[in-house]
Nanobody, 113 residues
Framework: QVQLVESGGGLVQAGDSLRLSCVAS????????MGWFRQAPGKEREFVAS??WSADSVKGRFTFSRDSTKNTVYLQMNSLKPEDTAVYYC????????????WGQGTQVTVSS
C-alpha cells in the first residue's frame, strides 16, 4: 500500500479558502488513481473529488489537482461553507482496482459561520 500524508486543514470563516495537500510515498505514483473524501461528525464518509469527477455539493468551489513530479495531490477549496466542516482524507486506488485501498490519517477542516 502507498503511504499518504495530508496537510493544510484548519479553522476558517465562511467564504474563505484553503488548500489541502496529500503526499504519497509510492514511487509509482502514476499507477494510482487519487481522490479526496470527507467525513463530518455523525455522518458517513463521502467522496469529494478526483481528477475526473467531483461531488455536486462542491462543484464550482473545489478543484482537484495533481503534481506527479512531487507525488502530491491537492484540493483547492474556495467559498467554504459551514457544511464543509469535516475531516478530509486523501485516498489512493491502484489502476485496475475497484476500491480505494490506501488512506491518509485525515486533516480537520472547520468552517465557522
Amino acid at each position: 500500500q502507498v503511504q499518504l500524508v495530508e496537510s493544510g486543514g484548519g479553522l476558517v470563516q465562511a467564504g474563505d479558502s484553503l488548500r489541502l495537500s496529500c503526499v504519497a510515498s509510492e514511487v509509482t505514483f502514476n499507477t494510482y488513481v487519487m481522490g479526496w473524501f470527507r467525513q463530518a461528525p455523525g455522518k458517513e464518509r463521502e467522496f469529494v473529488a478526483s481528477n475526473t469527477w467531483s461531488a455536486d455539493s462542491v462543484k464550482g468551489r473545489f478543484t482537484f489537482s495533481r503534481d506527479s513530479t512531487k507525488n502530491t495531490v491537492y484540493l483547492q477549496m474556495n467559498s467554504l461553507k459551514p457544511e464543509d466542516t469535516a475531516v478530509y482524507y486523501c485516498a489512493a486506488r491502484r489502476l485496475g482496482s475497484g476500491s480505494f485501498g490506501s488512506w491518509g490519517q485525515g486533516t480537520q477542516v472547520t468552517v465557522s459561520s
